[in-house]
């Protein structure tokens, strides 16, 4: 166990592995984000359902194991390439976050406090227990506060970059549930993508990254009804992997 990450389960070479890059909100005592505390119960913070749903899917079997962040995505987002601007956010969706305006000394510390270690375990699963196949979860806003415009239809998204061998039929499972299915919304996964980029493509382990709609997730039943559905769909599209 680590601040950077949390555990559910137990890996299995051939089985499936969870990771959910976003699904804590916790901010260690001594980080001072330099926001109002209620944000930590936003979009911003954290992606409301994962961590829910990714331990039903776990208790299920559907899933071996899981790897959650331990830290809210404003400490540290790692769902991003070390040297991206966005690692560590000074402001999300119209919010500020001056605490992490950092000089360069505080900003290598922060990394290698939580994003190294955090995929570096990671890697270190993999390596150890290689998965047949990686489901990464996500949730997202029905509405940014920026774009209040722009409406966000689609009850669950699969996103991909190169490697779309899961796509498919994810995306079938889940239409065949009657569920609205964004291909790569609400955003792509060929420009945001960098946790499956590192360790499935990299890896040639298929994939597929799924974007749960918060509003349906944010409760007992809404975890329990994605369960099933994620349940059901990896079930489907194990049958699509080779022998």
């Avoid at 555990?7 to 001072?32: F, K």
């Avoid at 769902?79 to 605490?99: F, K, M, Q, T, Y």
């Avoid at 009657?178 to 955003?187: A, E, K, M, N």
Wanted: charged share 20%.
């Amino acid at each position: 166990m680590s601040e950077a990450w949390r555990d559910l389960g137990t890996p299995r070479a051939g089985g499936v592995l969870l990771i959910g890059d976003h699904a804590s909100n916790h901010v260690p005592a001594d980080i001072d984000l330099g926001i109002d505390p209620a944000l930590l119960g936003n979009h911003i913070a954290i992606d409301i359902g994962v961590a829910e749903v990714a331990a039903l899917l776990v208790e299920d079997g559907a899933v071996d194991a899981a790897i959650l962040g331990g830290v809210s995505r404003l400490v540290v987002d790692c769902n991003r390439d070390e040297e991206a601007p966005g690692v560590l956010p000074i402001a999300s969706d119209g919010h500020a976050v001056p605490g992490n305006a950092l000089d360069d000394a505080a900003r290598e510390a922060r990394l290698a406090r939580f994003f190294r270690p955090y995929h570096d375990h990671i890697a270190a699963v993999i390596a150890a227990q290689r998965p047949a196949m990686i489901l990464s979860l996500h949730s997202f806003t029905p509405s940014l506060a920026s774009h209040p415009d722009q409406a966000r239809p689609w009850h669950v998204g699969v996103l991909y970059n190169g490697d779309d061998r899961l796509a498919g039929p994810a995306i079938a499972a889940l239409e065949a549930e009657g569920l609205i299915v964004g291909d790569q919304q609400p955003y792509s996964g060929k420009l945001l993508n960098a946790t499956m980029d590192r360790h499935a493509e990299a890896n040639g382990i298929p994939y597929v990254g799924i974007e749960m709609r918060q509003d349906l997730v944010g409760d007992a039943a809404g975890h329990a009804r994605f369960a099933g559905l994620l349940a059901h769909m990896l079930r489907k599209a194990a049958l699509k992997l080779p022998a």
